[in-house]
């Protein structure tokens, strides 16, 4: 049970077993650095929470995004001849190419550039810091939610390619800035004690709680969707802006200072003494000594995407032809079952992740290897019933929410212990770049899984 202190209001510093870095220091020398440099106290935990602010903004545009583009794009701003009924929210218009297939267009948008924007960012020189890359991605960001919200009362349908053609841009360029943005901030965390990169992750997952109960909440006070984007969208908005600000406030924390200015006098000495041999060498040697903690976090997230959200939130109650019977009102049932039970459990298991590290790094592997079964498993529920070709092996509701909420949280704890590890694994001077692949295996786990959640529908319904 977490026990909260004064330097430790989430209870979640403290732990019966604590990570030690997995390299001593290479010689006489940075021993006795580290007896000279004791490091600062992170006074109130001010600089793990300004972290973990960062974890929740650099998704936040994106679950806005995400969640509200079903109802707010897909069945209205991409649909023909389009009109809303103000008062009771009533939607009504022609379906087109945009509209049918906007969900396909998004996903594409979205990751790809992120992706690859968080590859480039591996290799982009890192002298003088992360800040100039976190503040311009954090401003690039801001102005794509600006100019969305700009066009929430429009009338679009009117010059609708137009209109897609924009949003799509928008996506693209909000992505890629977001990647930049993401990458850094992984790279930023890994330059200080392993607990803050799983900050990064308790963000991430607590952004995911929020806005599913942000969804949940709005649908019960107003139908009307302009106003449920506008709400979404500023409040993306001022959480990005809380984001730049307290990022200005970080810089000028000395236990931030302190650990920036160690790992970049450590960059400066091993540039000094590899110079011959070039900066790819170090980014080789970071690779090949993290990649099995990089493959974890890769394997962690691929398994996490490939069923959430694209196949958990098509897992029905009622079988082919059946009605419905779950305690959970119908038209909630995908919202707690599928999107607030992820996120709550995924949370929970970061905060865990935070207190308990176990297993080892070199056991980690095991349990990362046996959540590939979640994939099998989820395909062979009640998943679109009145399509599927094979038949249904798990037809229990409540044995889909049980095995749901044990993947949920196993994700939240083992994505937490492999990003805190990755940055262990190596040199300390290559840290920072070590975070950011971590980051870029993030990101590539969700795309990969993204992408097979198609390959598992045709599959189930071939």
Request: net charge neutral.
């Amino acid at each position: 049970m977490f026990k909260p202190t004064n330097n430790d209001p989430l209870g979640i510093m403290s732990s019966g077993t604590e990570l030690q870095p997995l390299n001593e220091p290479k010689n006489v020398e940075e021993t006795a650095v580290e007896v000279e440099e004791e490091a600062p106290e992170d006074r109130k935990n001010l600089v793990f929470f300004i972290i973990l602010l960062h974890g929740i903004g650099t998704l936040m545009p994106w679950n806005m995004l995400i969640t509200i583009s079903y109802d707010y794009f897909e069945s209205y701003k991409m649909l023909a001849n389009s009109t809303i009924d103000m008062d009771t929210g009533a939607v009504t218009g022609d379906p087109t190419v945009y509209s049918s297939n906007f969900q396909s267009f998004q996903t594409i948008a979205s990751q790809v550039p992120n992706l690859l924007l968080n590859l480039l960012n591996i290799f982009i020189v890192v002298k003088g810091g992360l800040a100039g890359r976190i503040t311009v991605g954090l401003s690039i960001v801001a102005v794509c939610v600006i100019t969305t919200m700009a066009f929430i009362y429009v009338e679009t349908h009117t010059w609708l390619t137009g209109f897609f053609i924009l949003t799509i841009a928008t996506i693209i360029i909000l992505n890629g800035a977001n990647g930049v943005y993401q990458n850094s901030i992984f790279g930023l965390a890994g330059e200080l004690p392993f607990k803050y990169t799983n900050a990064v992750i308790i963000g991430n997952n607590l952004c995911g709680t929020f806005v599913t109960l942000l969804s949940m909440s709005t649908k019960a006070v107003t139908r009307n969707i302009l106003d449920r984007a506008f709400a979404y969208f500023l409040i993306a908005l001022i959480t990005l802006v809380f984001c730049f600000i307290s990022f200005l406030i970080l810089k000028k924390q000395r236990f931030y200072q302190f650990y920036s200015t160690r790992a970049e006098r450590q960059r400066a000495k091993n540039e000094e003494s590899a110079d011959n041999k070039g900066k790819m060498a170090t980014y080789v040697a970071t690779f090949k000594e993290a990649f099995p903690m990089l493959l974890n976090v890769f394997l962690v997230f691929f398994v996490t995407l490939s069923v959430f959200p694209g196949v958990m939130m098509y897992v029905k109650d009622e079988k082919k032809g059946g009605t419905y019977d779950f305690p959970l009102p119908k038209n909630y049932f995908m919202d707690v079952t599928t999107f607030l039970q992820f996120n709550v459990f995924a949370f929970i298991g970061s905060i865990v992740a935070g207190r308990k590290q176990w297993p080892a790094p070199n056991k980690l592997w095991i349990p990362v290897y046996l959540r590939l079964l979640y994939i099998p498993f989820f395909a062979f529920c009640n998943y679109l019933p009145e399509t599927r070709t094979w038949p249904v092996l798990f037809e229990s509701t409540w044995l889909f929410v049980i095995v749901a909420a044990s993947m949920s949280f196993g994700s939240g704890y083992f994505s937490g212990l492999a990003m805190m590890y990755t940055s262990k694994t190596v040199d300390p001077s290559r840290a920072q770049v070590a975070g950011m692949m971590a980051g870029f295996s993030l990101i590539s786990g969700i795309v990969s899984g993204l992408i097979f959640t198609m390959v598992i529908k045709i599959f189930v319904t071939a």
